[in-house]
């Protein structure tokens, strides 16, 4: 009994590691651009619209956190086998995946800046001194969140992978996740807040961003503000639940029935989101209706 | 051929020539690893070739659509085919590598549904951001209406978009995608660990629980690896983007399938080699 009261607390502990790390994992993606919206950023000084928004696009953002997380995680690793204090090996190893991060994120925004010049798109920097060091504290945050709840999952839960591994597997799930959910509210709702709100984008606008503030030209923590109100903490919210009902369900179930107890509340958590998807989908349908009126020929 | 020449649908196209070439190098290969280890290499080999094959089958069901989809111009997930894939099968390989010891079967079902579940919230959530965040709802730009609601589509597209959000069968097709991909890799890397567990302790002098970190390591790694590369070459199939299970893309599985056995057969031979010679 005690086992499982310890392995739940930690479940808790986990899910709100994994739901800060994403939160922070898609305010830092946003204020560097890094994911899909990217195309937009990078394509608007062709269209003839100059910007001064980070452009910092190294790679998709899963595979960006599973570097950055098993790098951290690594270096962490390496650092408890020389006997350091765990919290402070993290720490440590976090921090210099963030330089990493950071050497990734001033490169990318040269090289994809410079390579605009042709239009007329000029390199900053004092985007550089600004906005590298905002994501690089974002991304510490992911980081250190991430790698410290594989920690737990390793060291306390006893999952058989290696804290490097785990890192690289929970940071791709991670990237993904915060992409996934956190990118069409950058990408539509806060690049091209000069549209009409519910709707998409109308294909003829791209490249035609947001490049104005209230006073002088907008500036990606301008962006990191707008989104981590509802992209970030929806983002956060998904890979909380992620990690925290992965969690949960083995921990209080797997024993029962020969591990078919777990398994059979994966299919009744499966059953009950695509309930609560459903849900949304129709009242989007009932409150919002169709754009144009319903043609009976096609129905 | 110019580019105007060219048939539209020339990237749908089944090549019979090609498929013959990989079947043929499948059979090549699972013939030099039944020469180099005839029964455990050989075993694990069909194992893994069945997981790569899930993995390249599954992720054909995840709609995703990139870039477009961020700004609401697509219908999916504004992000990359292998990379969502590969989010929710390694998720799922977490959990079934964690239930591997209860049985092969029990950890390929666990895998399946960690997947599963990981693509059902994130779907859930990327509608959630659409609807309460954006005020956009759910409509597909491949179908008039939703194969299995019914629900109509097309009005519900707004004006100068391809369709946005999850309509009810890319949902049902991003968790379909999501229990195939965390079974096949929880089966890939069951196979792998296997086949380490019986053949590390000679290979090192050393015993079975000395070498037990190190196999659930190098199998974990291998499995990462092999998802990774039937995920890229999924995306390569179906060329980027893909609404799910109703869109015409999705026709194009069954070269998928013969290209992720010929890779999964040749990345899972260098994985058993490493072990038999």
Redesign the interface.
Known sequence: MEQIVFGIGITALTGALATVAGSAEDTESNIGSQ???N??VQLAPQMGFLHRIFNKAVA????AYGLWCALGAGLAWAFMAMQINAILAIVLGCVLAVFVQGVYATTAYLGRTASLAKFGQPVYVDIIKSMTTVTMAHAFIAIFCTVALCQLINGALG????LP??A???G??L???G???????????R??QNQK??????????GNIVRYAEAGERNSIDNGFFTHK??GS??G??FG??VF??LWR?ILF?RIY???G??AV??L??LI??V???Y??V???KN?G??????EA?? | MSAVAAKPTAGGAMNPTAMAVGVVMLIVILGACWYVSPTLGLTALIGIIIGGVLIGFGTHFVPVG????????APG????VA??A???G??G???G????E??MV?AV??GG??G???M???????????????????ASGKV??DPI?G??Q???????????????VS??GG?IGGILGGAGGTLIYLELLSLYEATFPTLMSATTAQI??VA??VA??FA?AMFLVNAVLTAYNITGTIEGPHDPKFKRWPRAIVASAVASALCGFVAILIVAM
């Open positions: 994911g899909d919206p195309s937009q998709g953002e899963p595979p999952h058989p992978f290696p591994l785990l690289l597997i929970w791709i799930a990237g993904a996740a992409s996934a959910t956190g990118n069409p509210y950058y990408g539509k709702e690049q091209y709100f519910g709707a998409g984008v109308p294909i003829s606008a791209s509802i992209g929806a983002s919210l998904c639940l992620i009902l992965e083995t797997e020969a591990g078919w777990a398994i994966g299919v958590i499966i989101f695509t609560i998807d459903r949304i989908e009242w989007a349908r919002y169709p754009y144009t009126a319903v043609k096609e129905a | 990139g870039a477009p989809a961020a700004m609401g111009q997930i504004a992000t990359g990379m969502l590969a989010g929710a390694l998720a390989l977490f959990g590598a964690w239930a591997a209860q049985g029990i079902v666990t549904i960690g599963g579940m990981m059902a919230i994130t779907c859930m959530m990327v509608n959630f951001v659409y609807v309460f965040g954006m005020g956009i709802p759910a008039l209406n609601t629900d109509s097309a009005e519900y597209k707004s004006q100068g978009t391809e369709g946005h959000g999850l309509p009810f949902f049902v968790v037990m970190p659930v390591a974990g790694m990462v």
